[in-house]
Structure formats: C-alpha cells, structure tokens
C-alpha cells in the first residue's frame, strides 16, 4: 500500500522576523512611559485634591471629616461637580461608563480632558469607583491621536492595544497583569504568528510603563498579611467554599445592575442622575462607614493591618454596603472602574469568613475572597487570579486559588456581566 507523501500543512503560524518586531520597541517605550505619567499625574491630582476636601476644608469648617453629615455633603457635591462636568464640558466626558469595560474605544481628542476632569473629581469626593476604565480610554485616545500625527504608518489598533497594556502595567505596578489580560484577549481572536510575537510591543508599553510607575509612584499591593507555609487540605477547602461565595456576592451585583442603571437612566439628566447617586452613597457610608468610601486601595490596607480590629457582622456589612456602593456609583454616571472596589469587597468578605472561623488564615481567605468577586463583576480569569495572588505575595497559595477559581467559574460563566450594551441590556 502506497504511503501518502504530500507535505503537510504547518500546525502553527510562522514566527514574525525580528526586523519587523525591532521597530516596534520605541513606540511601545514612548507609550509606556507617556501613559504611566499620566496615570499617575491624575492619581496625584486626586489625591491632593482629596485631602483639601477631606481634612483642610472640614477641619476649616470644624466638622468631622468622616462625620456622617459631611459624608453625605461630600458626595453630593461630588455628584454636582461630575453631573455639570457630563452635562457641560465638551464631549460629555466619554459614553456612559456602565457600556465600557477595559478594552476602551478610541475616543476623540476633544472628550479627552473632560474624562480627565470628572474621574479626578470622582476619585477625590468618594464614590466607590478605581481609575483605570477611565485612565485606559484617556491613554488609548492620547495614543492614537498624537501616534497617528508623527508616526501615521502604525496603524490605530497597535497604538490602542499598546496603551491598554501600558495602562494595566502602570496600574498594577508589573507588566505581568497586562501580558494575562492580552493572553486572554488574544484567545479569542484570529492572530497570526506566534504568541509571543503578538505579546512582544504590548508586553514592552506594559514593562516601561510597570517600571515608570514604580520608580515615580512606588505602589505596592501586599497587604502583609501573616504568610501560610504549607497549605493544607483545610485551607483548600476554606479557599474553595469563600470563592464561591465571593462569586455568588458578586453576581448579586451583576443581576441587578442593569435594573439600577435603568432607574437612574429614567432621569435623563445627569445633574439629576449624578447627585442622586451622590446622596444614595452618603447614605450608605454612613451604613458603611468611611471604609467604604473611595476606590478602596487605600482601606484594604486599613482592613489587613488589624484582620481581628472587627467583627465578623462588621466585615459582612462592609463588603455588602461596598458592593452597592459601587453598584450605585456605576449605575448613575460616575467615570470610573470597578476592579479596585472589588478587591475591597473581596477582601471584607474574606475577612468577615476568617472571623466565623479564625482557623482560616487572613491570606488564604482575603485571596480567596478577592478571586471569587472579581471573577463576578470582571469575568477576567486572569487578572482576579493575578490580583488575588499578589495581595498576599505568597506562591504557595496560587495552586489553592487555581482550584478555587474552578467551581467559582462555573458559578460565574455564562451569566451576565457587569458591562451593559447601549441598549441597555447586560453582555453575556
């Protein structure tokens, strides 16, 4: 019997040459090192501004600054101040922020600082929102506009995937976070060459903008919590049952943000929407208390620092006061994004299980917590793995949070998002 001699297809792409991979180094440099500055320079700006509102004018006025008075003033000035924002500044600071999820549009030039304007303003008076949906559409807009006037040759998908990268690594402080979110991007997607070859510009904006944001900003996510050594088949059983519960929590959110969204959306105006949603999140800091205010970096650190200084009825009103908190904040128009709040959420709820069983180590349970949340509100598998795991700094915990992260996404896959088509309706 004749044997069939014909060659056979290749079973992978070729591998792209070096010469064309070389001329991508200094654009993704420049990228990296231009969207780390400004990430940075508008968390300064917040900051600043955040402590004249929080302590330099409440201290003036002789008012508490965590007073529940001031906190309800706090937030719907800042409702105000982003409703006439949306409603004034040219280009009505970008689309509505419950349509967007990490991978930003390519927003116009002249959207641009009024984005800017409304997330400083949102990330100084309170709402439970982080930066980085925001700061990726600012970055991916700068990208392409100032990339496509000196070097026009680069097309503008490169210029936008080179920012998002450049973004997440400044963000987290290592362009790791960035090369999992384009492995999980590029997943999904028809590419050609090899993997690395798609990663390489993306993962270079992610490093020099890591690296930048390090040396200017020094941010750090270990939360220093007592290390685990070894394990055992007790902690993978904790790590289990609080991702899952986590993710449950999580979805309670997801299921009703569309509900939210279209309450608020029932206003039509956003010096209607915004304040409202302002006196909402007063009322509900004062639930909360101050803790749930903010994105929420800051007072995770808080909670680590003494994971016995509350209740386990604390932790749990925390965690489920916070999770409104950002349901509201992203339902009436705040510009800003949802990771951060979710890690604070994550983390109460891990430390509210550690609490009902002290067995339970604070690293195993705020990782597990974390995880499960994130992978509801962020449907990122990657990144709330990443992010769990360096909460804790300890690669002895990553093997439990990878089979925790099984039957929590189970939980979570197929559901809705927490992202919403402009119609309205939530993304599957």
């Known amino acids: 019997m004749a044997q069939d001699t014909a060659p ?24 990296g090192v231009v969207a780390s500055l400004l990430f940075v320079g508008v968390s300064k700006a917040a900051e600043e501004l955040q402590h004249v509102l929080w302590n330099v004018l409440p201290q003036a ?34 689309p509505d922020p419950a349509t967007l999820g990490l991978d930003a549009p390519a927003l116009p030039p002249t959207v641009l600082p009024g984005l800017v304007l409304a997330t400083c303003l949102m990330l100084a008076g309170g709402p439970s929102l982080g ?11 700068v990208a392409i506009w100032l990339g496509g006037r000196f070097i026009p040759r680069v097309p503008d998908n490169l210029w936008a995937a080179l920012a998002e990268a450049a973004t997440i690594g400044a963000l987290f402080g290592t362009p790791v976070a960035a090369a999992l979110v384009i492995s999980e991007a590029l997943a999904g997607r028809k590419t050609r060459g090899l993997l690395w070859d798609n990663l390489f510009a993306p993962l270079a904006a992610a490093a020099v ?8 900003a020094h941010p750090s996510f270990d939360l220093h919590l007592p290390p685990v050594d070894q394990p055992d088949g ?29 309450a608020f959306q029932r206003l039509r105006h956003p010096l209607l929407m915004l304040p409202l949603g302002g006196v909402v999140l007063g009322g509900l800091a004062a639930v909360g208390g101050h803790l749930t205010l903010f994105k929420g970096l800051h007072e995770v650190g808080v909670l680590a620092h003494d994971p016995d200084g509350w209740s386990a009825g604390q932790f749990a009103t925390m965690a489920v006061v916070k999770l409104a908190a950002l349901l509201i904040a992203a339902s009436s128009g705040f510009r800003g994004g949802r990771i951060f709040p979710s890690v ?4 109460a709820l891990g430390l509210c299980a550690h609490a009902l069983v002290p067995d ?17 509100i962020t449907r990122q598998g990657w990144i709330s793995l990443f992010t769990a795991a360096v909460l804790v700094s300890s690669t002895s915990i990553l093997a439990l949070l990878c089979i ?3 039957p929590a996404w189970l939980l979570v896959t197929g559901r809705p998002q927490m992202q919403l088509r402009p119609d309205g309706t939530a993304v599957r």
């Open 8 to 31: 056979q297809a290749p079973t992978t792409s070729p591998a792209t040459p070096a010469r064309i991979l070389l001329p991508l180094i200094l654009p993704s440099v420049v990228v």
């Open 61 to 94: 006025l002789g008012i508490g600054a965590y007073s529940d008075l001031w906190m309800l003033i706090m937030l719907t000035a800042t409702g105000v101040a982003v409703g006439l924002v949306v409603w004034k500044v040219p280009g009505h600071a970008g």
């Open 131 to 141: 930066p980085e949906n925001p700061i990726i559409a600012v970055n991916v807009g």
């Open 209 to 216: 903008g890591a690296t930048t944001t390090t040396l200017v």
């Open 234 to 262: 007790r902690n993978l059983l904790a790590a289990v049952v609080i991702a899952a519960a986590g993710a449950l929590l999580g979805l309670c959110a997801v299921y009703a943000f569309p509900y939210v969204h279209r």
């Open 344 to 347: 604070f959420v994550g983390t």
């Open 360 to 376: 339970v180590p604070p690293a195993v349970a705020v990782s597990a917590g974390v995880l499960g949340v994130l992978l509801a």
């Open 404 to 406: 925790a992260s099984l």
